[in-house]
């Protein structure tokens, strides 16, 4: 019997500007896992780096969060979003570009790839910030769990795809030529995203607004909003351990299970699909199980499967690595899905790019410090001491949820106009007390 999709469905694949943004995205995030495999493998194999240089070019990678991430959403605020999302990808294809012919002049160096590394860094908070905020400018508020979930899939897929492409590369071509492979898929991101068509009006000034004002009002709605506590405390001690992972996997896995490139590529692609079976999952388990259970159900299911990793050894050993990425993967990415689009819906949409930018400060800031904790327990202890710190870490994420009303929700409210106006009201009587930056 042929069934009719379901309308949820047709409704997004229908959608001309929704499949350019989902398709720009794809290819972004296919270039972008083909450099998670080869950037490092440059800094070990071609340039002999220590696990604290690899750990210093990770946090680089995200110490854009720390410098930027707050005055970033005030400013996206003020303007309309599309074309920074255009700009982003033309500065990050044209950074990490600059990496294959210095390396085939002689003359690539740590010092270019950390400035690669911030520069790409700095772009992805701007696109990242946007992205989010202009989804719900795309679609309608009762589509965006399916969009969010249709955009983890895809990212999910290059998860799959990117790593074992971009391992095949490395070895083929050497790790600084796979690189090229990144800088495509950002100009293909940007060619897609400027035939989007969708009406994006310039946000209007408000006139004696202080950047340093409008930064504070984000933080107080986060900060002043016991759920989006909960969730910002949960994922930054998530993402805190995992920049210990990313700064330490792969010295480990070059310098103690001697793994090919090849083989590198091949765990990651194994591992993402858990977060592929996450993306496709998170609707479904949304409605059976309630968005609000999803969010804390998804962190205490899978984040003891951590304990794997240290665990994990030579030969089949490895298998123990990649069963531990695809589950905690898959759980992952059904939270995101599940917190994001409850970001996207309860907050009033003159306020989502400093929310969203406040969001990634607060959780992505941990990013570098523990990009450069995981380096330097890893040079001092080696790399399976700071695994096991980070499976330790791991256990730790679900707190925050299990103690906020969370634990006792089965759904989530969404953003109450009359309670947004208040809340703005409240912002405006405190902006007296928020001195101006002069930027």
Sequence with gaps: MNEKPRPRQARLLGHRDFRLLLTGAAAAQTGSQVTLVALPLVAVMVLDATPFQVGLLTAAETAAFLLVGLPAGAWLDRMRKLPV???????????????????????????????????????????????????????????????????????????????????????????????????????????????????????EPEPGRSLRAEVGEGVRFVLGH?????????????????????????????????????????????????????????????????????????????????????????????????????VVLFGAVAYNVAQVSFRQSVCPPELLGRMNATMRFLVWGTLPIGALVGGAVADAAGPRTALWLCAAGFLLVPLPLLLSPLRRMRELPGHDPAAGQAAGEDAADEESAVSPTGS
């Design 226 to 326: 016991p759920l989006l506590r909960a969730i910002a405390t949960a994922t930054a001690t998530s993402n805190l351990f995992s920049a210990v992972l990313t700064a330490v996997q792969t010295v480990f896995w070059v310098r103690v299970l001697d793994l090919s490139p090849g083989a590198i590529g091949v765990l990651l692609s194994v591992s993402a699909v858990g977060g592929l079976a996450g993306a496709l999952c998170a609707g479904q388990l949304a409605r059976w199980i309630g968005q609000a259970r999803l969010i804390w159900l998804s962190t205490v299911v899978t984040a003891p499967f951590a304990l794997l990793w240290p665990l994990s050894g030579r030969g089949a050993g490895v298998v123990l690595f990649g069963l531990a990425s695809g």
């Design 85 to 203: 999302l255009i700009r982003a990808d033309v500065v990050r294809c044209l950074a990490v570009g600059s990496i294959p012919p210095a390396a085939a002049f002689g003359v690539l160096t740590m010092p270019q790839l950390y400035l690669v590394a911030l520069v790409t860094g700095v772009a992805t908070v701007f696109f990242d910030v946007a992205h989010q905020s202009f989804l719900p400018a795309v679609l309608p508020r009762e589509q965006l769990i399916g969009g969010n979930g249709a955009l983890e899939t895809v990212r999910s897929s290059a998860q799959i795809a990117g790593p074992g492409l971009g391992g095949g590369l490395v070895q083929l071509l050497g790790a600084p030529l796979a690189i090229v492979a990144d800088a495509c898929g950002y100009l293909a991101s940007a060619l897609l995203l400027v035939r989007i068509k969708a009406e994006e009006p310039r946000p």
